[in-house]
C-alpha cells in the first residue's frame, strides 16, 4: 500500500519560504511521477509542479514558475517543494501525489493522473 506523507508546511509573510517534504512509502520509486497540487476551499485542485522519480524534466505552472522549486531524493524516496517569494494568493493546502511516470508524460497537472494523494500540509502566507 502507497502512503505519502507531506510536511513542512506553515505560517509565513508574504516574500517568506517554506520548503515541503514528501514522504513516499509502498511505492517503487524508479518509474514515477511525482507531483505537487494545491488548493483553496471551494475551488478546484491545482496542479502546480511535477517530476519524474528520476529526477529529470520538472514541470511548472506558470502561478509558480521561477518561484517554486521541485526536486526529489532518490535514496530517501522524497519530493520536495521549495517555495521562495511566497505570496498571500499561494495560501492553501498542498497536497503531494504520486502516479505511473505516464503522467509526468502526458498531463503532469490533471488531478485524475494521479492514483495515490498525501493527507496534506497547510501552507498561509499573510501579507
Known amino acids: 500500500q502507497v502512503h505519502l506523507v507531506e510536511s513542512g508546511g506553515g505560517s509565513v509573510h508574504t516574500g517568506g519560504s517554506l520548503n515541503l517534504s514528501c514522504v513516499a512509502s509502498?511505492?517503487?520509486?524508479?518509474?514515477?511521477?511525482m507531483g505537487w497540487f494545491r488548493q483553496i476551499p471551494g475551488k478546484e485542485r491545482e496542479g502546480i509542479a511535477a517530476?519524474?522519480?528520476?529526477?529529470?524534466?520538472?514541470f511548472y505552472a506558470d502561478s509558480v514558475k521561477g518561484r517554486f522549486t521541485i526536486s526529489q531524493d532518490n535514496a530517501k524516496k522524497t519530493v520536495y517543494l521549495q517555495m521562495n517569494s511566497l505570496k498571500p494568493e499561494d495560501t492553501a493546502m498542498y497536497y503531494c501525489?504520486?502516479?505511473?511516470?505516464?503522467?509526468?508524460?502526458?498531463?503532469?497537472?490533471?488531478?485524475?493522473?494521479?492514483?495515490?494523494w498525501g493527507q496534506g500540509t497547510q501552507v498561509i502566507v499573510s501579507s
Open positions: 517530476i519524474y522519480s528520476s529526477g529529470s524534466e520538472p
Open positions: 501525489a504520486a502516479s505511473t511516470f505516464r503522467a509526468c508524460m502526458w498531463s503532469p497537472f490533471r488531478t485524475n493522473e494521479y492514483d495515490n
Open positions: 509502498g511505492l517503487t520509486w524508479a518509474s514515477n511521477c
